[in-house]
């Protein structure tokens, strides 16, 4: 089916330990985003890519880096987890930046101890 | 800055009854706007798209408005079902997607 892929669904992380976030999706969409979705504070951009080749920061970046591999492939890489960083993440593309709508995945769940 | 709002934060119903959702936003110059559901422990489903040139979309039993010089959507749900109970989340798309905080529906059967 197509759509957006989170890999892994689940992880656990001690404080200090590094991982990165899989993303990746087959609609040829030029952006891609990850977000973060915490209790009481709804969704949060972390970063976004507008097209290939370019990266951008959103509203809460600290601790984080991405890299968008190819048009398909958007990665979030955790260079030394903190328990703040605990939290569901989400990945979402769009066929352009603003739109047509997006489509998320299903989500990686993160918890840092 | 892109701020949306969702009221009520949490709403209950006995089944079968229609139901409004309510989302404002500051900023009139989004590009569309965007209802998604979330179930518990689950992803976001997208629900309807309404473009900027647009002042509805319907789907089935739900229906979504927009009014951009208001800077207001609403959501509206016929005929509520216990299948309808998830959070639902309004999204205001300019250059990135802003979310509210989201609705809590429950219908009661």
């Known amino acids: 089916n197509a759509g957006v892929t989170q890999t892994p669904k689940f992880q656990v992380l001690k404080t200090g330990q590094s991982m990165t976030l899989q993303c990746a999706q087959d609609?040829?969409?030029?952006?891609m985003y990850w977000y973060r979705q915490d209790p009481g504070m709804g969704l949060r951009l972390i970063y976004y890519?507008?097209?290939?080749?370019?990266?951008d920061k959103g509203e809460v970046p600290n601790g984080y880096n991405v890299s968008r591999l190819n048009k398909r492939e958007f990665s979030l890489r955790l260079e030394s987890a903190a328990p703040s960083q605990t939290s569901v993440y989400f990945c979402?593309?769009?066929?352009?930046?603003?739109?047509?709508?997006?489509?998320f995945g299903s989500g990686t769940r993160l918890t840092v101890v | 800055k892109q701020e949306v709002t969702q009221i009520p934060a949490a709403l209950s119903v006995p089944e079968g009854e229609n139901l409004v959702l309510n989302c404002s936003f500051t900023?009139?110059?989004?590009?569309?706007l965007q209802w998604f559901r979330q179930d518990p422990g689950k992803g976001l489903t997208s629900l309807l798209l309404i473009q900027s040139s647009q002042r509805e979309q319907t789907s089935g039993r739900l229906n979504a408005s927009l009014d951009k010089s208001s800077g207001r959507s609403t959501l509206y749900i016929a005929a509520s079902q216990p299948g309808d109970s998830a959070t639902y989340l309004c999204a205001g798309v300019d250059d990135k997607i802003i979310f509210g905080k989201g609705t809590r529906l429950h219908i009661l059967p």
């Open positions: 979402a593309s769009s066929a352009t930046q603003g739109g047509y709508g997006y489509t």
């Open positions: 609609m040829n969409h030029n952006s």
């Open positions: 890519s507008a097209s290939e080749g370019t990266t």
């Open positions: 900023d009139s110059a989004i590009y569309n």
